[in-house]
């Protein structure tokens, strides 16, 4: 009889702990949905691409927090431009499995293939700073390059009272944004009866490099007196402009804080600034807007207003930089820190 009630009893709490199991296990909360972005820029040696990176991460801590879901970035940049490298990454990224890529495309040509074969598989694909205009890719968020390097012909135009001899600076002859930039510094210099155009001169996206092409150009070509540079790569570095500032103005894209400092002693005129923060931020949202709510932007060319920077105005945008290198850990907007 004692063998008997211990055994119901065992049978007893052994169906009471089944039913309190199954109880904790149907209200256990749900695994948080997760999310995968890779993030691709041109080249881990140009800073502006830093500011993208920031500019991801933060966005997915955002999106995190904001939609209770883990969203991570999966970064993989070449060290230097490398568009076949840059293809290797978005074959890998795609068969890894990951929600959507974001890249800066080196060589749109080139990347075409292999951006079209991700989205065959599933995987979206926006660009941001340097497109692919004939891919499969849903969106690019970047400068309008054509204007942008109007605006530094227009500003370099002024600075040099609309005459003298202008030589184009133009980084990778095989980028399309930067083709662009060029054909805009070209569209605009026509307007000028007194502006000629020397030649436009391509070099590797080094600032060593760039710096070194700028003091060979202009040694060689005395009657320089302005230099459009449609990307700001030789002044990433001190003393670029050693041996040309006192001979030429200069106007430039980007305005980063090196840059900045070429304006506040008055060896560049103007800059003319890149949302290279939201490079980052802004793609990884349409990313997550398509996978998460199946919603595409409104526009596949979203493009942003340009930022002149000045000797007058250099001062407001040094605290931009801070945030958007991952120096402050505010999450104010870098729209919210002019």
């Not at 930022?307 to 040094?318: F, L, P, R």
Request: net charge positive; aromatic share 8%.
């Amino acid at each position: 009889m004692i063998r008997k009630r211990t055994f119901l009893t065992f049978a007893a709490l052994s169906l009471a702990a089944a039913c309190v199991g199954a109880s904790a296990m149907a209200f256990a909360p749900a695994p948080k949905k997760s999310y995968e972005f890779g993030v691709i820029a041109k080249s881990q040696s140009n800073p502006v691409f830093q500011a993208a990176r920031t500019g991801a991460m933060d966005a997915a801590r955002d999106l995190s927090k904001k939609h209770g879901v883990d969203v991570k970035i999966n970064w993989r940049t070449p060290n230097n431009e490398d568009a076949q490298q840059q293809s290797q990454f978005v074959e890998q990224l795609a068969s890894a499995g990951v929600n959507g890529i974001s890249i800066s495309c080196s060589d749109g040509k080139v990347l075409k293939s292999a951006i079209d074969s991700a989205v065959g598989k599933g995987v979206e694909v926006v660009t941001f700073d340097s497109d692919s205009p004939d891919s499969k890719r849903f969106a690019y968020y970047g400068i309008d390059d054509v204007e942008a390097g109007r605006e530094v012909m227009r500003q370099l135009a002024k600075a040099m009272g609309e005459k003298g001899v202008v030589a184009i600076l133009a980084g990778n002859q095989n980028a399309p944004n930067l083709q662009a930039r060029v054909r805009g510094v070209r569209e605009e210099a026509a307007k000028f009866k007194g502006i000629s155009i020397k030649d436009t001169y391509y070099h590797a996206e080094t600032a060593a490099e760039a710096a070194a092409k700028v003091q060979q150009v202009q040694n060689a070509n005395p009657d320089i007196t302005g230099w459009a540079m449609v990307g700001g790569w030789p002044l990433f570095t001190k003393n670029a402009l050693d041996g040309v500032y006192d001979k030429a103005k200069v106007v430039s894209v980007d305005h980063l804080p090196e840059q900045l400092t070429y304006v506040k002693n008055g060896q560049v005129q103007a800059l003319i600034g890149q949302d290279c923060y939201g490079w980052g931020y802004r793609t990884v949202e349409m990313l997550f807007d398509k996978v998460h709510n199946n919603k595409k932007p409104e526009k596949v060319i979203n493009n942003f207003k340009l930022q002149i920077v000045t000797k007058d105005n250099a001062a407001e945008y040094e605290g931009i930089w801070d945030k958007w290198l991952g120096k402050k850990t505010d999450d104010k907007k870098p729209d919210e820190k002019k």
